[in-house]
């Protein structure tokens, strides 16, 4: 196990990039790789955490049940509360009681910092319980959650421990007309009570950037749980309780869409963080604006990210990524890479190596050991993706691979590749947020930038190119908040993460993800003579 203060080790998706290269490389050679679509094995058995809301460190359980189910088998894993009005009413007094009164307004940032190491050891100490459920509840890969979410959600803890004691405020000398015998200061406090919401794509790690920074600065949280993935949040709640938290700093609200609506519109909060959907953000927005607080905002919303492949660009290094880029995560990923723009002179190349590679890819339960992509998180959003794959195929876009569900038992669906996709074609337009490729082709670096910047989104993009120079100088003219560079989804606590245009407001991770928690309160002193 690591010890505090040493360096993190390698970047986890660096690792998987590298292990995505070599599968890759080994279909590209020839080399035949095992595909079994055999989905007899029984899940794992593991013990199911408190299915209540978490209000004030008690569980309780409210009158109304909300099912739960495992993707991989449709069975239901467990029924949790349904939090309404009730819930919520408590878990915002236990918050803002905290925030205001509580043994956590007394807490020192230093004494938060240690809650939160407590709790990133206790998470790496139980990581592989966390995948199992994470696995059963979301579908995902447990290597995938074990390799990725985890590490990640732990990094990010600790990261934010590591700046609790040291937020501060800065001494101004005013130079003004009126400035003579004024001295000036900046104090930077915690905004308040937060009301956060987590979708259902990465539970673990989503938690992390919302419940992390907030600790840090010193902020209390009524934390909402996406409808299908509560388990895990609640797991975590029990390893905060275990950490140390004090009463009410934190409470999770497991619940449905009326619980995020009802949490959305409640006049107490002081801020709102969401995750989410561009559609629910834009609401969740308006709700705020009309707030008697005029509630602080950040929201990180979807994407239709491009991934620009160059003439001089490692095809080989470029196909390996795409497939982390698009297919992680069954594809539900708010950064995929769904709009693959390749240039001519290597389009034909680049899509013969991705077809092979694809149709290569192990579907199944995330619990089997070679899986590389699991079912989708539900029946709903099975369907949305299937219907969007007609959509491609009615509109003229040449299926080239995938294209229809896995089985008749469970939510799968067969990674898909489209090549000759148009710019106007649904599939171009919408978040798909599945398995499902779109390969593009480019002339020229003007098109490319011109198209890859066509939409109403913004969250990420990125350049495959062997001249630095020359990625570097589309990267700076590409309209999104991350642009990476021949690598993708590499993600770190310390690197600010958030959209352009409809993909968001604000920051999260870094130093930047600390300022949306913060307020910031200037002192003037005069003199007393």
């Given at each position: 196990?690591?010890?505090?203060?040493?360096p993190y080790?390698?970047?986890?998706?660096?690792?998987?990039?590298?292990k995505?290269?070599s599968?890759?490389?080994a279909?590209l050679?020839?080399?035949?790789?095992?595909i079994s679509?055999?989905?007899?094995?029984?899940a794992?058995?593991i013990?199911i955490p408190n299915?209540?809301a978490?209000?004030?460190?008690?569980?309780v359980?409210?009158?109304k049940p909300?099912e739960t189910?495992?993707p991989a088998?449709?069975?239901?894993?467990?029924?949790v509360?349904?939090?309404g009005?009730?819930?919520?009413?408590l878990?915002?007094k236990?918050?803002?009681?905290?925030?205001?009164?509580?043994?956590?307004?007394k807490m020192?940032g230093?004494?938060r910092g240690?809650v939160?190491y407590?709790?990133?050891?206790?998470i790496?100490a139980?990581?592989?319980?966390?995948a199992?459920?994470?696995?059963l509840n979301n579908?995902k890969?447990?290597?995938?959650?074990?390799?990725?979410d985890i590490?990640l959600a732990?990094?990010?803890?600790?990261?934010y421990a590591?700046?609790?004691?040291?937020?501060?405020g800065?001494v101004?000398r005013?130079?003004g007309?009126?400035a003579?015998?004024?001295?000036?200061?900046t104090e930077?406090?915690?905004?308040g009570?937060v009301?956060?919401?987590?979708?259902?794509?990465?539970?673990?790690?989503m938690?992390a950037?919302?419940?992390?920074?907030?600790?840090?600065?010193g902020?209390?949280v009524?934390l909402?749980?996406?409808?299908?993935?509560?388990?895990?949040?609640?797991r975590?709640?029990?390893?905060?309780?275990?950490?140390g938290?004090?009463?009410?700093?934190?409470?999770i609200?497991?619940?449905g869409d009326?619980?995020?609506?009802?949490?959305?519109?409640?006049?107490?909060f002081?801020k709102i963080?969401f995750?989410?959907?561009?559609?629910?953000?834009?609401?969740?927005?308006?709700?705020?604006?009309?707030?008697?607080?005029m509630?602080?905002?950040?929201?990180?919303?979807g994407g239709?990210?491009?991934m620009?492949?160059?003439?001089?660009?490692n095809?080989?290094a470029a196909?390996a990524?795409a497939?982390v880029?698009?297919f992680l995560n069954q594809?539900?990923?708010?950064c995929?890479?769904?709009?693959i723009?390749v240039?001519?002179?290597?389009?034909?190349?680049?899509?013969a190596?991705?077809?092979?590679v694809?149709k290569?890819?192990?579907?199944g339960?995330?619990w089997h050991?070679?899986?590389?992509?699991?079912?989708?998180?539900?029946?709903e959003?099975?369907n949305k993706i299937?219907?969007?794959i007609?959509?491609?195929?009615k509109?003229g876009?040449?299926?080239?691979?995938g294209?229809?569900r896995?089985?008749?038992k469970?939510?799968?669906v067969?990674?898909t590749v489209?090549g000759?996709?148009?710019?106007?074609?649904?599939?171009?337009?919408e978040?798909?947020?599945?398995?499902?490729m779109s390969?593009f082709?480019?002339k020229?670096?003007e098109?490319?930038?011109?198209r890859a910047n066509n939409t109403?989104?913004g969250?990420?993009?990125?350049?495959?190119?062997?001249?630095?120079t020359?990625?570097?100088?589309i990267a700076n003219?590409?309209?999104a908040?991350?642009?990476?560079i021949n690598t993708?989804?590499t993600?770190d606590?310390?690197?600010?993460f958030?959209?352009?245009?409809a993909s968001?407001i604000g920051?999260?991770?870094g130093e930047a993800?600390?300022?949306?928690?913060?307020?910031t309160?200037?002192i003037v002193v005069?003199s007393c003579?």
């Amino acid at each position: 196990r690591r010890v505090h203060g040493e360096p993190y080790p390698i970047k986890t998706q660096q690792s998987m990039l590298l292990k995505a290269v070599s599968r890759s490389s080994a279909i590209l050679r020839g080399s035949t790789l095992p595909i079994s679509r055999s989905f007899s094995a029984k899940a794992p058995s593991i013990r199911i955490p408190n299915t209540g809301a978490l209000i004030n460190n008690r569980w309780v359980q409210g009158s109304k049940p909300l099912e739960t189910y495992n993707p991989a088998t449709e069975d239901v894993i467990a029924h949790v509360t349904d939090s309404g009005a009730e819930e919520i009413e408590l878990a915002f007094k236990a918050a803002n009681n905290a925030f205001y009164k509580g043994a956590y307004s007394k807490m020192t940032g230093y004494e938060r910092g240690r809650v939160l190491y407590r709790l990133a050891d206790l998470i790496e100490a139980n990581a592989h319980e966390l995948a199992v459920l994470e696995c059963l509840n979301n579908g995902k890969p447990v290597a995938e959650a074990e390799a990725a979410d985890i590490p990640l959600a732990v990094q990010c803890y600790r990261y934010y421990a590591g700046w609790a004691d040291k937020i501060g405020g800065t001494v101004i000398r005013p130079s003004g007309p009126f400035a003579k015998g004024l001295f000036a200061y900046t104090e930077r406090e915690p905004v308040g009570v937060v009301a956060s919401i987590i979708p259902w794509n990465f539970p673990i790690l989503m938690q992390a950037w919302k419940l992390a920074p907030a600790i840090a600065t010193g902020c209390s949280v009524v934390l909402k749980t996406a409808p299908q993935t509560p388990l895990s949040a609640n797991r975590i709640g029990e390893l905060l309780m275990e950490a140390g938290l004090p009463e009410g700093a934190v409470n999770i609200l497991p619940g449905g869409d009326e619980t995020g609506r009802l949490l959305g519109a409640h006049q107490g909060f002081d801020k709102i963080a969401f995750t989410g959907s561009t559609e629910v953000g834009r609401k969740i927005l308006g709700a705020s604006a009309i707030s008697n607080k005029m509630k602080r905002v950040t929201l990180e919303l979807g994407g239709k990210s491009p991934m620009v492949v160059c003439n001089d660009a490692n095809v080989d290094a470029a196909v390996a990524t795409a497939q982390v880029g698009l297919f992680l995560n069954q594809g539900q990923c708010c950064c995929a890479s769904s709009r693959i723009f390749v240039h001519e002179s290597v389009y034909d190349e680049f899509v013969a190596k991705t077809v092979a590679v694809t149709k290569n890819r192990k579907v199944g339960p995330g619990w089997h050991k070679d899986t590389v992509q699991g079912p989708q998180v539900s029946e709903e959003q099975m369907n949305k993706i299937l219907g969007l794959i007609e959509s491609g195929k009615k509109q003229g876009a040449t299926l080239l691979t995938g294209g229809h569900r896995v089985g008749n038992k469970g939510f799968f669906v067969a990674p898909t590749v489209f090549g000759d996709v148009a710019d106007d074609m649904t599939i171009a337009q919408e978040e798909i947020f599945g398995p499902v490729m779109s390969i593009f082709k480019f002339k020229d670096e003007e098109e490319v930038i011109r198209r890859a910047n066509n939409t109403e989104y913004g969250l990420a993009a990125s350049v495959f190119s062997r001249n630095f120079t020359h990625a570097r100088a589309i990267a700076n003219r590409l309209r999104a908040g991350t642009v990476w560079i021949n690598t993708y989804d590499t993600l770190d606590a310390t690197i600010p993460f958030g959209g352009f245009k409809a993909s968001g407001i604000g920051r999260e991770l870094g130093e930047a993800g600390l300022a949306a928690y913060l307020e910031t309160k200037s002192i003037v002193v005069g003199s007393c003579d």
